[in-house]
């Protein structure tokens, strides 16, 4: 079998197990580095797993998939569709909900790179990073602390990007242990909702969360890039 026809079934399977809420597959594919969050054509549209799961609802793969830290929860479907709005519409609870955005703003914001060259956002209100403006470093992939490291507040730190520390507010308040975890002095009249650290409302104060799965890429294996489901 050709590596594109693995490549097909492979998606098709983990298809299949998103829309059963079959967790077992996406642990083999990882250790396999089969890519989760490809898309493929899903009844006439091309959809990734994350955006099938959301759609069924089923709560036990999308805490596996965020966990993985390998799924782009605002990515958008061939018919401009993102997973957060599936899993609004498949009634997923609201708690599972907030993780998914949640999860996207610590593991996303001023991180990547805008994709409109002509955004009008400006840089406070646009969550994606703009030319000339300091970029985070992925806790995905840089283990820092929260706390700040006094060498980059003085102006020039040693360790660049291996610093186990927080370099500026913007790592600190986007940490994974810190995002959300305090309430915005400015409440529910603050005009950055979107984008600001801090809780606005009680319920946005969610348990700290830390993806479980090892963040780094999987090591390269001798096994066949084929998935059976077992």
């Given at each position: 079998m050709s590596t594109t026809k693995n490549n097909e079934q492979n998606i098709r399977i983990l298809l299949e197990a998103a829309k059963s809420n079959h967790v077992k597959p996406f642990p083999i594919a990882l250790k396999r580095d089969i890519n989760i969050d490809e898309s493929y054509d899903w009844e006439g549209v091309h959809r990734t797993p994350f955006?099938?799961?959301?759609?069924?609802?089923?709560?036990?793969?999308?805490?596996?998939?965020?966990?993985?830290?390998?799924?782009f929860v605002v990515f958008k479907s061939s018919d401009g569709k993102t997973p957060l709005e599936f899993a609004?519409?498949?009634?997923?609870?609201?708690?599972?909900?907030?993780?998914?955005?949640?999860?996207?703003?610590?593991?996303?914001?001023?991180?990547?790179?805008?994709?409109?060259?002509s955004c009008l956002k400006g840089r406070s209100s646009c969550p994606y990073l703009h030319i000339n403006e300091p970029a985070r470093?992925?806790?995905?992939?840089?283990?820092?602390?929260?706390?700040l490291c006094k060498n980059f507040t003085?102006?020039?730190?040693?360790?660049?990007?291996?610093?186990?520390?927080?370099?500026?507010?913007?790592?600190?308040?986007?940490?994974?242990?810190?995002?959300?975890?305090?309430?915005?002095?400015?409440?529910?009249?603050?005009?950055?909702?979107?984008?600001?650290p801090h809780a606005h409302y009680v319920e946005e104060k969610l348990p700290r969360y830390r993806p479980a799965a090892v963040l780094?890429?999987?090591?390269?294996?001798?096994?066949?890039?084929?998935?059976?489901i077992q």
């Open positions: 955006m099938v799961v959301c759609m069924y609802g089923g709560e036990n793969v999308i805490r596996l998939l965020l966990d993985t830290n390998k799924v609004r519409e498949s009634r997923i609870p609201d708690d599972l909900i907030k993780l998914c955005g949640r999860h996207w703003k610590i593991y996303n914001f001023k991180i990547k790179s805008c994709p409109n060259r470093r992925d806790p995905a992939f840089v283990h820092y602390s929260p706390s003085k102006g020039h730190c040693r360790e660049a990007l291996k610093c186990t520390l927080a370099h500026g507010w913007m790592e600190r308040n986007y940490h994974p242990d810190v995002f959300r975890m305090q309430r915005c002095f400015r409440g529910e009249r603050c005009n950055r909702i979107d984008t600001c780094t890429k999987p090591p390269q294996t001798q096994q066949s890039p084929w998935l059976p």
